[in-house]
């Protein structure tokens, strides 16, 4: 019988889940021992979380300055209908592209891209203007990157609205 996420999101799945959000490289044995699983049960907690999209992979964080990439910038693309799938297609062939959003709002999309130097950052811009109109910000410096989830599903930090006096 197939578990559903409901089932798998329970105290052991959510401090899994924390646990490998700070380090996924961690031994089966040391992640069952710190969430109170043996590591066989944590191997199939984690099997399961993969086989209905909870985990959707593990991946390493590289340094993209230490590969030579110095600028990364966000550039917000409007394009008309006739221009949408063309740029939809184009973006997936950009190696500079590293995130693409389908936005609501006056922008369709939303690039976050990086190139090493302003000039290769200029070509990409040109290279996207026959797509649409697309206006650029450059990043920096990144305050927050990669914030781990909240494995309670809520959101603890934020504040509630003082009551208004009457």
């Keep these: ?24 490289r961690l031994s089966l044995a040391e992640l069952g021992r710190r969430i109170g699983l043996s ?3 944590t ?14 992979g593990f991946t390493a964080e590289v340094d993209r300055e230490a590969l030579g ?7 917000r693309m409007s394009c008309g209908g006739q221009n949408y ?4 297609e184009y973006v997936q062939t950009l190696e500079e592209v590293r995130e693409c959003h389908h936005l609501t709002g006056g922008d369709d999309f939303l690039l976050k891209v990086t190139t090493t130097n302003m000039a290769n950052l200029e070509a990409l811009i040109e290279a996207l203007l026959p797509y649409g109109n697309p206006v650029t910000s450059l990043v920096l410096s990144s305050p927050v990157e990669h914030r781990k989830y909240a494995v309670t599903g809520k959101l603890t930090t934020v504040t509630q609205r003082p009551s208004r006096r009457r």
Excluded: C
């Design 1 to 24: 019988m197939a578990m559903d996420s409901t089932t798998l999101l329970d105290v052991y799945g959510r401090k899994l889940l924390d646990e490998l959000q700070n380090n996924a």
């Design 39 to 41: 590591p066989t049960a």
């Design 43 to 56: 191997a199939e907690r984690l099997r399961q979380m993969e086989e209905i999209g909870i985990l959707r």
């Design 69 to 75: 990439l110095e600028v990364m910038a966000f550039i």
């Design 85 to 88: 799938h063309r740029l939809l």
